[in-house]
């Protein structure tokens, strides 16, 4: 469980922390092609969309969007299908016993390349906002913000 990764981001879920709580957030691996991987250094991915599930004692991402790779010809993959993250048994096992209580899901926050080269992606357990907690959200960083120029004019 990191929380700044290392490296360069390819694609970053704005929306996940504006319509979710985010309670818990895990670093996986996730398994690609050699187009694919090619087209997420490229920068050519987006996780707007996309949801994980636990199916088979397996971490799937769904929806996760990987542009073709234009040198790819035959050997690109379906850009939506379905792919498999990579977690230690007991990460998972974890993630089948927060999946199974009511309201929480699994999203995709950031897909980034590490240090040494591999693509991984940052997953949080989340829980749904309701229109009126992403009203204070907005209310609570408006005051922050003007709290801020206040002391700014002030110093």
């Known amino acids: 469980m990191r929380t700044k990764p290392a490296g360069k981001v390819c694609a970053n879920n ?24 090619k ?15 636990v199916e088979n004692g397996e971490v799937i ?20 299908r379905p792919r498999k993250l990579l977690l230690h048994k007991r990460e998972i096992r974890k993630l089948i016993g927060y999946t ?3 309201g929480l899901t699994l999203i995709p926050l950031k897909v980034y390349i590490n240090d040494k080269g591999l693509a991984k992606m940052d997953l949080a357990v989340a ?6 907690d992403k009203r204070d959200d907005i209310a609570r960083r408006d005051a922050d913000r003007r709290i801020e120029r206040s002391m700014k004019n002030r110093g």
């Open 127 to 132: 829980r749904g906002k309701k229109n009126y």
């Open 100 to 102: 199974s209580r009511e």
């Open 14 to 37: 704005k929306r996940a922390r504006h319509d979710y709580f985010i309670d818990e957030v895990y670093q996986t691996g996730i398994v690609l092609t050699g187009t694919e991987i």
């Open 39 to 53: 087209s997420v250094r490229a920068g050519k991915v987006s996780i707007t969309e996309a949801y994980a599930r």
């Open 61 to 80: 991402v769904y929806s996760m969007n990987i542009s073709p790779y234009e040198q790819g010809n035959r050997f690109n993959q379906d850009p939506m």
